[in-house]
């Protein structure tokens, strides 16, 4: 089951609501009313009566803003009446500024309610994004049981560099998780590549060796054609230099790469295959503690693999009934606290290691997120697998 929470949403705190609120704006306007009749001649507490639709506009919309500061006229050309009358100077000011700074305040609650109607379509676009390109993880897929979370350090999204995927084959089970070079909505176009080369490939290699070579190639791929468009919009805005320019044009794109772990489970037999293109080691978690599943022979990270042109190497692991075996993204671990420490992954898994994947991933994410006062500075995904019996 995808977990996906903002940073913060993990506490609770008490408050009011809006009827509560409202309640109290009226309750400040009558109240403030009768006390300035009743107050001694020298005393004027009507402009205070602006304080109504100033606490309105901080929970309520335009509209309920304006019958407030229209209540609160009313009751300031009320207190006139009742004490000097309505055309002395002195209330003839105290309206008019009434009647400024209530239009001030009513409009830019109307800005803020344009702003957060924008905003909510653009929280729309990005769920759809989200679940276009992120896929939710089954909860059961063949004999495993499936939970993840998603932490986007960038305050408005939902997705950013990190991913994952599973597909099924004729055999087994193949994940992916990667972590884009990057972090945020920068990085969505390379996982987007990432994920649908894996998509339409995980179940046509029948060899894991094959589909990482196939997943370096279109990374490099894509990598090599954003590379020549970047040259091409310098070359046509004059941008890249002569030879007697001051030095020679950068490219972004190469320095641009994917970190994944790429698996294999078969449905029969008690072992994984791992293939580690320069990603954190997933932990297994078993019966008698936790085990880092390092690679032997990791290979580059994806878009990187001409650097290193030498053969993919599938590393084995036991993996049977019950063992849960957990993946992250280097969001994880390098998340720091107030005194720059970072997480503590594996000593503060161990005290979940026999739970659910679920509640694993449940109290893993409070625990980030309380670790890191409730705001990452790098995007965060984390997958936990279950071997059924």
């Known amino acids: 089951m995808p977990l996906r929470q903002r940073p913060g949403d993990g506490r609770r705190s008490w408050r009011p609501g809006r009827r509560a609120l409202t309640v109290l704006a009226l309750a400040l306007i009558l109240a403030i ?7 001694p001649p020298d005393i004027h507490l009507g402009p205070l009566l602006i304080v109504a639709p100033a606490l309105t506009a901080s929970f309520a919309g335009a509209r309920a803003t304006t019958v407030i500061a229209l209540l609160a006229l009313a009751a300031l050309t009320f207190i006139g009446i009742q004490r000097d009358g309505l055309y002395t100077a002195n209330h003839e000011t105290q309206l008019g500024a009434q009647v400024a700074v209530s239009a001030l305040i009513v409009g830019l609650r109307v800005l803020r309610d344009r702003h957060e109607r924008e905003l909510a379509q653009v929280r ?34 939902q997705v950013g560099g990190d991913l994952y995927a599973a597909a099924r084959t004729a055999t087994g089970t193949r994940l992916l998780v990667g972590d884009v070079r990057g972090k945020g909505l920068s990085s969505l176009g390379d996982a987007a590549l990432l994920l649908g080369a894996f998509r339409a490939a995980a179940h046509l290699h029948a060899e894991l060796p094959e589909l990482a070579t196939y997943l370096d190639g279109s990374v490099c791929w894509d990598l ?24 020679p044009a950068t490219d972004d794109s190469s320095e641009s790469f994917i970190t994944a772990v790429i698996l294999d489970i078969p449905d029969d037999g008690s072992v994984l295959r791992l293939i580690d293109c320069g990603h954190p080691p997933p932990l297994l978690l078993h019966a008698d503690g936790i085990t880092t599943l390092g690679a032997r022979h990791p290979a580059p990270p994806l878009g990187l693999g001409e650097l290193a042109p030498t053969a993919y190497e599938v590393e084995v692991f036991p993996f049977v009934p019950g063992d849960r075996l957990l993946i992250y993204t280097d969001g994880v671990i390098e998340a720091r606290d107030a005194e720059r420490r970072f997480y503590p992954l594996t000593e503060r898994v161990t005290a ?19 670790h890191v006062g409730g705001r990452l500075d790098d995007d965060a995904a984390i997958v936990v697998v279950e071997r059924l019996a």
Do not use: C, F, K, M
Not at 33 to 39: G, N, Y
Not at 134 to 155: F, K, T
């Open 224 to 247: 090599a054609q954003l590379g020549e468009q970047n040259r091409l919009r310098r070359a046509v805005a004059g941008a890249v230099p002569g030879p007697e320019g001051d030095g």
């Open 352 to 370: 979940w290691r026999d739970d659910r994947p679920t509640a694993l991933l449940g109290h893993l994410r409070r625990d980030l997120l309380a």
């Open 124 to 157: 729309s676009v990005s769920e759809a994004a989200q679940r276009v390109l992120l896929r939710p993880l089954p909860d059961r897929i063949g004999p495993l049981h499936l939970a993840s979370v998603y932490l986007a350090a960038e305050a408005e999204a």
């Open 33 to 39: 009313t009768v006390v300035d009749i009743l107050a």
